[in-house]
């Protein structure tokens, strides 16, 4: 199948109303983001909605020349997509996001020290 420029936009515009139908569950669920494993996927909802948003700016305002901005944030929505899956088969998942922002965290304050 051969998507136009048309059709992905719709398709993102499609994934950013589907992700604010997501956050609209969470907000009536009165989630707690201040618990640290809802508010990881929470995170990855919003930034899902955000990136596709943005793609579908980017396309919607492109000549379709280059694509590197485009690429970039497929890439992100990739990454945050193996880490999901990478979290999910894991026997001890909360203790793997504990571990990931952990992780994250120690590189955040290195950069900040150096």
Known sequence: MHFTKDNLIELHKRIVHFANDNLQKIKELNIDLNDEYDSFYVGMIVRQHSVNNDL???????????????????????????????????????????????????????????
């Open 56 to 114: 579908s700016i980017l396309y919607s305002n492109t000549d379709g020349l280059t694509l590197t901005s485009e690429f970039i944030l497929y890439r992100c929505l990739i990454d945050d997509y193996i880490h999901i899956i990478f979290i999910s088969v894991q026997e001890d998942s909360n203790e793997m996001v504990t571990k990931l922002n952990a992780d994250a965290l120690s590189k955040n304050f290195k950069k900040i020290s150096d």
